[in-house]
């Protein structure tokens, strides 16, 4: 089940290629506050939750990646530039054995630059495979959560909710499987999320850890991406994060080799780029 962002819904946006109690109280006595699940709804924590991502506006952020498949392991720097609703940067660097040093996509279009190639690949946005190019099954709203460490919570007819060591847990269950949420209850954050299938098995996990405020807005430090199953996994550490400051035009810009050969994918009728 994936879950579409404010961000998604806009007109367009691009990427370029990229327990649980709280503390009240001194330092010398802490006490434990466990939530009173009584006076909440399943709905009240996902609005709760989703007031935090609807506080940013924009988000400049340098990072190390990590990506780990059978077979493959790369790791190198980025940078990672937000415009909310419109559209994202991110641009990878030094990560050896990647072919595409730029991808851009939104709800129509997508752009993978490949520099050793000096090969340019676009199409419609249903013929982005990103496996092709990242040698990890992840789909492109999959790969803007890596980014943003900002998970939302899906609810149905179906959602339960309890908690676990202190921690929110809201359980919704599908036909397929179901999707498991662990939130902090203080600072209202999607701590971990577990998609499974309906034999129970996980097939998805995104974590998320070392929290920071960045003005009103938790962000994480860490962020993984985890298929258990086919024992992929990306991984996010951030050193350094701006938000809601304004980012200059510039720096989502497409650069690309003057003699690049361009290549179309998908069935549709080609255009131009």
Partial sequence: MIVRYRCLVSQ????????????????ASKTYTIPDLTTLTPEDIQQKVARNFEKLYTFQGSARIILSAPGAGHRGTSKVYINFPDSVYVKMEAILGIDVGVLFFDHNYFAAYAPR??????????????????EIDIEPDELLEVFTGLTQVVLN????????????????????????YLIDPQKYVVE???????????????????????GDIHLPQT????????KERITVYYNSQ????????????????????????????????
């Fill in 12 to 27: 367009s946006f691009g990427i370029i290629l990229l327990g649980a109690l709280f503390f009240v109280g001194c330092a």
């Fill in 117 to 134: 190639e000096k090969t340019l690949y676009y199409g419609h946005i249903d013929a982005l495979h990103l496996r092709d190019f990242i």
């Fill in 157 to 180: 007819e179906n959602s339960q909710m309890t908690l676990k060591k202190g921690k929110i847990l809201i359980t919704t269950s599908f036909d397929v499987g179901k999707s498991l």
């Fill in 192 to 214: 971990r999320n577990e998609l499974m299938n309906k034999n129970g098995e996980v097939i998805l996990t995104k974590e998320y850890s070392r929290f920071r405020k960045r």
């Fill in 223 to 230: 962020i993984k991406l985890t298929r258990p199953i086919a």
């Fill in 242 to 273: 701006k938000i809601n400051k304004k980012i200059p035009p510039e720096k989502f810009k497409m650069k690309v080799a003057k003699n690049v050969t361009k290549v179309y994918r998908g069935d549709r009728d080609k255009f131009t780029f």
